[in-house]
């Protein structure tokens, strides 16, 4: 069974710095995706980048980005130019490519971030 | 474009008795999942249903129960409630023939049980 640590319950970051969220997971499969989701008080888990375990390159979208390092089975999301909206929990996923029916998604514990004015 | 959707937002029930939550998926969308997600945790995976089949299910009992209706819709029927099975229950769907399209959460509801 897959499993998906995060180790750090909590991080602030001052606003406008760059901070760096800790996950790690383990898998005997080759295959997969990776997932860093935000949940904010609304509750709702909004995705904020992905990963395919087969691509090299690292993964970013504007101000996020992570360190995808497969042999460390190490995957860490780092913010760049901290904004008050990035303050909530955030959740580090995993996803088996093995295809329909093999589509959960196991979450670690998740980190609260908070964001020092 | 409303996301997905779910009923009721809050609910408190007593020890022993049964719920109901229901979920709409996003418009487009045909597979629809469910996560109870405990204070403090991460979601964990409960079952997902596709063609109004189940086609995957986590490590929960039978007490925990679905059903998905032609319109894509989804029930999870929790029965003889325990005072764990407190949490904020979320549902998940994902577009129709993308496989390996993110799932796309509602807001959740939050059940008490007492």
């Known amino acids: 069974a897959q499993t998906v640590t995060q180790s750090q319950p909590e991080m602030s970051v001052q606003e406008a710095e760059t901070v760096t969220l800790s996950c790690t997971y383990d898998t005997s499969e080759s295959d997969y995706y990776l997932f860093w989701y935000k949940q904010p008080p609304s509750r709702q888990m909004i995705l904020v980048i992905r990963?395919?375990?087969?691509?090299?390159q690292n993964a970013t979208e504007n101000r996020f980005s992570v360190n995808f390092q497969k042999a460390a089975k190490s995957f860490s999301l780092k913010i760049s130019d901290s904004q008050l909206g990035d303050a909530a929990m955030y959740f580090c996923?995993?996803?088996?490519?093995?295809?329909?029916?093999?589509?959960?998604?196991?979450f670690g514990t998740g980190t609260r971030l908070t964001i020092i004015p | 474009d409303a996301g997905v959707t779910q009923s009721p937002t809050h609910l408190i029930k007593t020890r022993g008795q049964q719920v109901t939550l229901r979920c709409s998926p996003k418009?487009?969308?045909?597979?629809v999942s469910w996560y109870q997600q405990a204070l403090g945790q991460g979601p964990q995976f409960i079952f997902q249903?596709?063609?109004?089949?189940?086609?995957q299910r986590g490590n929960f009992p039978d007490r925990f129960s679905g059903h998905q209706f032609p319109n894509y819709s989804s029930e999870l029927n929790v029965n003889a409630l325990l005072l764990g099975d407190s949490a904020l229950y979320l549902c998940a769907s994902r577009p129709k023939g993308l496989l390996n399209s993110p799932l796309h959460f509602g807001n959740g509801t939050r059940l008490t049980v007492t």
């Open positions: 990963q395919e375990a087969y691509k090299q």
């Open positions: 418009s487009g969308h045909d597979t």
């Open positions: 249903y596709y063609e109004e089949e189940e086609r």
């Open positions: 996923a995993y996803r088996s490519a093995r295809g329909f029916g093999n589509e959960k998604l196991t």
